[in-house]
């Protein structure tokens, strides 16, 4: 089978982009530890979804990026809460965005799997980037998606692409691509405190709360409140 890297932090949309090349594709998954407060549980998740779907799993640890950044993610600094209506509101929204940004996160990471590509023969690298976060997210958007690949294509002797199977979904559409790609999203971790449950209020959690409701669909997440 040909090789394939993810970006798998554990979450929604990273567990459900892999499953879509699950029975084509060898994968071998990778985590990083920058010093956020959900890492054990994101590890958790990942190394449980990785055993059931029989990915190979690795933590790349980046303890220089945790110590640079001033993101609420991976400091003291509180972690907004919103609710349903702020999910729509682009300035509140900004808000949280620019509380949890970790520096060039997604820049950082992908060259490092570009560079884990290279190293194993691997042709495709695949991440969790969305349109619902693109929004707010400048690194989850089609254009730094097709701009990467453009520098890939550049500075790469090999021949890597990566491949963001939600680039354009919201995230119902997600959760719907989840369900008919056999996704374990029971097994995945996306709230941004780190406790044992969901903390529902963060926004990470209110959008995939949201995104189950609109659906109809059982969630099987595990919520504090």
Request: overall charge negative; glycine content about 6%.
């Amino acid at each position: 089978m040909k090789k394939a890297i993810s970006v798998l932090s554990g979450g929604l949309d990273c567990t459900v982009s892999t499953s879509v090349f699950a029975k084509d594709w060898k994968i071998h998954a990778i985590t990083f530890d920058y010093g956020q407060k959900a890492f054990k549980r994101e590890l958790k998740a990942a190394e449980e979804i990785c055993e059931k779907m029989g990915w190979t799993h690795e933590v790349i640890e980046l303890p220089w990026l945790s110590k640079i950044s001033t993101s609420s993610l991976n400091t003291a600094e509180e972690i907004p809460e919103v609710s349903f209506n702020d999910l729509d509101d682009i300035e509140k929204s900004s808000e949280t965005a620019s509380s949890v940004w970790v520096p060039a996160r997604n820049m950082v990471f992908t060259s490092i799997a570009i560079s884990y590509a290279e190293s194993i023969g691997a042709e495709k690298i695949i991440v969790g980037w969305d349109a619902e976060e693109a929004a707010t997210f400048p690194d989850n958007s089609k254009e730094f998606l097709n701009a990467f690949n453009e520098l890939i294509g550049a500075g790469s002797p090999e021949n890597i692409k990566i491949e963001a199977p939600a680039i354009d979904l919201s995230k119902e559409e997600i959760v719907k691509l989840g369900v008919e790609v056999g996704a374990p999203m029971e097994l995945s971790y996306s709230c941004y405190k780190g406790g044992d449950k969901h903390c529902g209020v963060c926004e990470s959690c209110m959008r995939r709360k949201r995104a189950f409701k609109q659906l109809g669909i059982d969630d099987l997440t595990e919520y504090e409140d």
